[in-house]
């Protein structure tokens, strides 16, 4: 569904991504892990179109994508749940939600009710609000907003961090419903090791800017998994 292949990117003079691949396809949960600093949300805002990588290749639904801008990714399907929420602390919940009509035919631009099933926070605080929220509440409300676009890859960045754990449990099984569909590619940052083992499909550990070890849950160890991550923190 989304695939990188070989991919550099730069800020300034400063190499950040150094040769990433990561494929993520339709009813699976790819995972990217690693310590704070490896590039994984380098990596989101260059799926996402939030910034341009310097080399490598970028397909979407098999087609090879040259310069691509945020608005076109949301346009062509990609939504994006960033590291930090991003809500707009000034207008409503619902306002936040239809921030993302601007990508939809005028003919789809509704909050569909799965959302608020899935959230039934959101129907009871349409009128509140964003800043006015818990971090949870926040969180649920950055998720949905990606969810309005109907897209077909979910790109969601560490979307546990800071949030209370019957709020983690809830997100967890969204993320479980969404993949079930069969038919989203849902790419996760996260840190929180039980969370993204139990919810991932495949995985991609990184360290400086690179991929140093992944492939599909099937042919990974757990505990090697985790033994790895373990070790870069402690290095």
Request: aromatic share 4%; with cysteine.
């Amino acid at each position: 569904m989304i695939e990188a292949e070989n991919v550099t990117l730069h800020y300034g003079g400063s190499q950040i991504l150094n040769g990433v691949s990561l494929a993520a396809h339709p009813g699976q949960v790819t995972c990217v892990m690693g310590n704070n600093g490896v590039g994984k949300t380098s990596l989101m805002n260059l799926l996402a179109g939030r910034h341009p990588r310097s080399d490598g290749e970028l397909r979407l639904l098999g087609e090879k994508l040259c310069k691509v801008t945020a608005q076109d990714m949301a346009r062509r399907g990609v939504g994006y749940v960033p590291q930090g929420r991003a809500i707009f602390p000034m207008l409503t919940v619902r306002e936040n939600l239809e921030t993302g009509y601007g990508c939809l035919p005028r003919g789809e631009r509704r909050v569909p009710d799965e959302i608020y099933d899935s959230f039934p926070v959101l129907a009871e605080m349409a009128h509140r609000r964003g800043g006015d929220l818990s971090g949870g509440q926040q969180q649920q409300l950055a998720i949905a907003r990606a969810l309005v676009i109907r897209p077909k890859i979910l790109l969601m960045d560490e979307p546990t961090e800071g949030i209370q754990p019957n709020i983690i449990a809830q997100i967890g099984r969204v993320i479980a419903a969404l993949r079930d569909q069969g038919d989203m590619a849902i790419v996760l940052v996260e840190q929180y090791f039980d969370f993204a083992w139990d919810l991932g499909d495949s995985f991609a550990l990184m360290e400086r800017g690179a991929v140093v070890m992944g492939g599909p849950k099937a042919d990974l160890q757990r505990s090697d998994l985790h033994q790895r991550l373990s070790g870069l923190a402690a290095a």
